[in-house]
C-alpha cells in the first residue's frame, strides 16, 4: 500500500472507500445530486470516492448549471459542504449558494464560552485584528489555506483574559477565503428559509430512490464503473416515474415522440 501510494484498500472493490455514515464506518461510495426545486428532478448526479462532500458543491452546481444552460444559478447545500475556496468559486461563476459555514468556535475555559472570532474587529487595510480589550493581533504565520494572528505581548495583565483565551496570549485564525465565508453567513441570516426548502428538495429523491429502487440501500455491481451505471440506471427511473406523475403518462409519450 505504501509503494502504491494507498492509505486504504478493499479487496475485491478497491475503488470503494471506508466512509462515516449514519450506521458507523462502512465500505462505500459517495453520490452526489443536483435536484430541481420545481419538480424535484434529478438534473445531475455522480459516484466519487471522496468519502466527504466539501468538494463537491462546485462541480456539482456548475453541473446543473450547464444542464439548465443559465448564467445565474442559486442553490442550498447542508453544511458538510462548507469550503471558503468552494463559496467563492461558485460567486465567480455566477451561483449564488447557500450553505451553512461549518466553523470550529473557541474553546470553553472553567466552564464559560471564551470570546469568538465575531468579537474581533479585522482591519482589511493592514491585514490585522482587534480584540474587546483594544489590542492589536498581528499575522505570525501562513499555515495552507489558514492565516494565524496573535497580540505581540502577552495577554497576562489584560483585564478580559479569562474571558478569552487560557493561554498566554490569544491566538486567532482567518481563512484565506473568510471573506466568502462571510458573505455567506450575510446571505443565509437574509434568508434563513433557505435551509428549510433544502430538506424538501433534495431529500425526496433520495429516499424514494433508497427505497423503492435500491430497496436495500446498497449498490449489487461491482467497481466504481458497476456503481456508477447502477445509479444511473437508479436515476433515470426515478426521472421516469417523476415525469409520469407531473405530466402524465399519455403527454410524456407525446412530448417524447
Not at 58 to 79: N, R
Not at 92 to 107: C, E, K, M, S, W
Not at 210 to 222: A, E, S, T
Amino acid at each position: 500500500m505504501q509503494a502504491q501510494g494507498l492509505e486504504q484498500l478493499v479487496i475485491g472493490e478497491p475503488d470503494a472507500q471506508l466512509m462515516r455514515t449514519h450506521q458507523g464506518a462502512r465500505v462505500a461510495y459517495n453520490v452526489q445530486s443536483a435536484v430541481d426545486d420545481k419538480h424535484c428532478l434529478v438534473l445531475h448526479h455522480e459516484v466519487t470516492q471522496d468519502g466527504n462532500d466539501t468538494r463537491q458543491l462546485q462541480p456539482m452546481a456548475e453541473a446543473a448549471q450547464a444542464v439548465l444552460e443559465q448564467a445565474q444559478l442559486t442553490v442550498t447545500a447542508d453544511a458538510g459542504y462548507s469550503n471558503g475556496e468552494q463559496f467563492q468559486a461558485c460567486e465567480d461563476a455566477g451561483i449564488t449558494a447557500y450553505v451553512p459555514p461549518n466553523r470550529g468556535v473557541n474553546n470553553h475555559g472553567n466552564g464559560t464560552a471564551l470570546f469568538d472570532r465575531s468579537a474581533f474587529t479585522y482591519d482589511v487595510d493592514h491585514d490585522r485584528y482587534q480584540c474587546p480589550a483594544g489590542q492589536w493581533l498581528l499575522l505570525k504565520q501562513v499555515r495552507g489555506t489558514e492565516r494565524l494572528y496573535a497580540i505581540a505581548g502577552d495577554c497576562r495583565a489584560c483585564p478580559l483574559k479569562a474571558r478569552c483565551t487560557n493561554s498566554q496570549r490569544r491566538h486567532l485564525s482567518r481563512h484565506a477565503h473568510e471573506s466568502a465565508f462571510e458573505r455567506m453567513q450575510q446571505r443565509l441570516k437574509a434568508r434563513p428559509e433557505m435551509m428549510a426548502r433544502r430538506r424538501s428538495i433534495v431529500e425526496h429523491p433520495f429516499g424514494n430512490l433508497k427505497q423503492w429502487v435500491f430497496g436495500n440501500c446498497r449498490f449489487l455491481l461491482r467497481q466504481l464503473a458497476g456503481a456508477r451505471t447502477e445509479m444511473a440506471l437508479a436515476v433515470q427511473a426515478y426521472n421516469l416515474k417523476r415525469a409520469i406523475q407531473v405530466l402524465g403518462a399519455r403527454r410524456l409519450i407525446e412530448l417524447m415522440g
